[in-house]
């Protein structure tokens, strides 16, 4: 079946820092991909959304690039805050907004001033 | 924005009982979902369900559980009896095709 799958855990970066957290997907067809952010005691909010390949994604100075060819959707921003510390989700749907979304395992970002 | 509400927070129930979790979806959505995540680990889909059915349901929906939104109020997910591996944290989300909202979760503890 389709999958995500984030290489980083957890990642530990001071502020300004240059932030990269990898995904890689796995699907049949041609998924919509998505980035969500958690905060502790918090649900999943959407950063953003790309539905075809080259398409860029981005919200609140993160950016991701949809890449067919590797099958990748990586988060990156250039200089991170205290309070971009959160959990990062890749995630992807088969069918846009009805569907369901399969995550990948989560990056914890922690950014220490 | 929008916002999904669970009811209640947390809560603490003994294992074979029967639990039922409440969601208020954002009132235009037409679909609705729940999601297990169980702590540390990533959130795994349980069900999802549109005009009043069942569209897909994950492996780690059980027989036990079960889905029903009488009548446009809450969208509830019913388990019974709870069993240990429970345990975990419940999100229910709703969209309408274009983007979905999640709640703050529902943490269930089995004991």
């Known amino acids: 079946g389709d999958s995500v799958t984030q290489t980083e855990g957890q990642v530990a970066l001071s502020e300004e820092d240059f932030l990269t957290i990898h995904c890689n997907y796995s699907a049949s067809g041609y998924p919509t991909l998505f980035w969500y952010v958690q905060y502790p005691g918090e649900g999943p909010q959407l950063l953003f959304r790309a539905s075809r390949d080259k398409e860029k994604g981005s919200s609140r100075g993160f950016e991701a690039t949809y890449d067919k060819g590797t099958t990748s959707f990586h988060l990156r921003k250039a200089s991170v805050q205290e309070s971009d510390s959160a959990v990062y989700y890749c995630a992807l749907s088969d069918q846009g907004g009805s569907a369901k979304l399969i995550f990948g395992e989560g990056t914890k970002l922690t950014v220490s001033s | 924005g929008p916002k999904v509400l669970q009811i209640p927070s947390h809560q603490i129930i003994d294992m074979g009982q029967m639990v039922t979790l409440n969601c208020d979806p954002v009132?235009?959505?037409?679909?609705f979902y729940w999601y297990k995540q169980i702590l540390g680990q990533q959130m795994e889909f349980l069900v999802n369900f549109y005009n009043g059915k069942v569209m897909e349901k994950s492996k780690l929906f059980k027989d036990q559980f079960s889905v029903e939104r009488p009548d446009g109020s809450y969208f509830t997910l019913k388990i019974q009896p709870t069993a240990l591996e429970d345990s975990a944290v419940y999100f229910c989300?709703?969209?309408?095709?274009?983007?979905?909202?999640f709640g703050k979760g529902t943490r269930l503890t089995v004991v």
């Open positions: 009132s235009n959505h037409l679909y």
């Open positions: 989300a709703s969209s309408s095709r274009r983007e979905v909202f």
